[in-house]
């Protein structure tokens, strides 16, 4: 489990112009986490029907 790869989506961050990523929750039912720079919370739900993006724009 040590060697396991933690999920990720990479985000831009419109509010202060950068790029970080956000990791799945322990429940594995969303990718959470916070700009890197004014620490602005973001939470994107996993479930049926989603994409395969791996990188997304928070507004």
């Known amino acids: ?3 396991e790869k933690k999920k990720f989506l990479g985000i831009y961050f419109e509010c202060c112009n950068v790029y970080g990523r956000i990791y799945e ?8 986490g916070r700009c890197p720079k004014c620490l602005r919370s973001i939470k994107v739900k996993i479930g049926e029907g989603g994409t395969n993006s791996r990188f997304f724009k928070a507004c």
């Open 1 to 3: 489990m040590e060697n």
């Open 25 to 32: 929750n322990k429940d594995k039912t969303a990718y959470v």
